[in-house]
């Protein structure tokens, strides 16, 4: 694990409401995010992007991550201009971030993994306390093979 200080970006894309404890038990909304966004081809219709990986924005924190959050997926963009109908825009802000690496395997079970892994630390294992504005998942080369997947979660710091 590392401790970044980030520059600040922008993404556009398919955004929902949820919770965690929705997501773990099966009754999710993220599985549906990214069935629309992929299927429907929408990286190709947002203007602007920077670079082809695709980010993953947890914000609007209603308290922890025990409560309702904001879960937007889509690609970083050099400009707010444009925007395609639908989608959302959404700043991730410069600040600290711990950098947390998931274990390679199968997608849909390292993400879960590593964000309880995230979950059980204290804030001197994740090097601070958590802010709960915004953490995001970044789905680069590694997770070309869905089965042989690595992920890199930012965890906003105080």
């Given at each position: 694990m590392n401790i970044d200080q980030k520059s600040g970006f922008y993404v556009v894309g398919l955004s929902t409401r949820t919770q965690n404890a929705a997501e773990m038990n099966g009754n999710g909304k993220i599985g549906d995010v990214w069935q629309r966004f992929l299927g429907q081809n929408l990286a190709a219709k947002i203007p602007n992007k920077l670079g082809i990986d695709l980010i993953a924005i947890y914000t609007d924190y209603e308290t922890d991550h025990t409560g309702h959050y904001t879960y937007l997926l889509g690609v970083p963009v050099s400009s707010t201009e444009h925007l395609p109908p639908g989608l959302m825009l959404k700043h991730v802000p410069a600040g600290r971030y711990a950098v947390l690496r998931s274990n390679r395997?199968?997608?849909?079970?390292?993400?879960?993994?590593?964000?309880?892994?995230?979950?059980?630390?204290?804030?001197?294992?994740?090097?601070?306390?958590?802010?709960?504005?915004?953490?995001?998942?970044?789905?680069?080369?590694?997770?070309?093979?869905?089965?042989?997947a690595q992920i890199e979660v930012h965890v906003g710091l105080r």
């Open positions: 395997g199968v997608i849909k079970q390292v993400v879960p993994e590593l964000w309880q892994r995230i979950w059980s630390m204290s804030p001197s294992e994740l090097g601070g306390s958590r802010a709960f504005q915004v953490d995001y998942e970044i789905y680069d080369q590694r997770t070309a093979d869905p089965d042989n």
